[in-house]
């Protein structure tokens, strides 16, 4: 995981190392460092618009650092610090669980958003297992009735769980669908309402109808919007996209674990405006970790 990106920051703390073997370091010598290293930084995933942000938390903890003998390791220690800085940014203030708690809101409505693959049903059978190991009464709802398979597939991991599933007939209106499922959740007293909304291509002008339909509709306390850290810039335009078409609140990173790059989740922290409450470590149902900075920072980093 994130072999990519670690090496170039290795790298970085290696010719910083040399630069200010005995003086301290300079804004033109990381300049120089930085500019070198640029490419390398963005072949793992960081896009190129969250590069200046990302050099000026640099330039706070390195220049003028002053170290007798700077070894790369020290200056490693340095870009940690300056890493977890820039990624307590998009920190959620409290885990999904106790804010939904505290909100006092019953049931509290969650539409989770995304485009197909990034991790959408998935990501919801885990936040239901949350839910659930909390103490909480979560139903599942599919609002994908176009694809076939899709509720399926969410019907399976509602079983597993045991937790209660709701679904329209396919080719149903998925807002509909939703209301009715708010409506029975409020009924049978339930928690929360999960609604799993279909993907297809983030262009998908009727996509975008549906899900403001949705949103409209059930009006939810929360809209999640699902990315997938193997994607690297193309979530960028996703997340753009979803903002400027339907909106969201907060984002859950999805395959962290498979991402070899690394560059992804210090992007969204550059340049998001949101808090991502949670990444997604795997398939099973207890792989999904809430977002730490320092977390975040050891897994890139080691
Ligand atoms: N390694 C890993 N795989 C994941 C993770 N989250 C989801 N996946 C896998 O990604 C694939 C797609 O996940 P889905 O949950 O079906 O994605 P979706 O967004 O619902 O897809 P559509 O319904 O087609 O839009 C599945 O094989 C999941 O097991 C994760 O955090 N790590
Ligand atoms: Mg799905």
Redesign the pocket.
Known sequence: MFKKIRGVFQNIANKIADVVSKKELTEEELKKVFDEMELSLVESDVAYEALPALFDELKKKLVGAKVSRFDSSEVMELIKEALVDIIARVEPKEDLVDLIRSSGVRPFIIVFL??????????IAKVANKLLKAGMKPIIVAA?TF?AG?QE?LALHAERLGVPFFKGKYGADPAAVAKDAVIYATKKGLDVVLV?T??RMHVDVDLVEELRKVVRVVKPHMRIL?LDALTGNDSLEQLRYFDSNVGFDAVIL?????DARGGCALTLSVLLRKPIIYV????GYD?LELFRAKMIVEKILG
């Open positions: 995304g485009v197909n693959g990034v991790g959408k049903t998935t990501t994908d694809r899709a597939q799993d279909a993907g699902v999805t395959k962290m674990d498979a997604g470590t795997g398939q792989d």
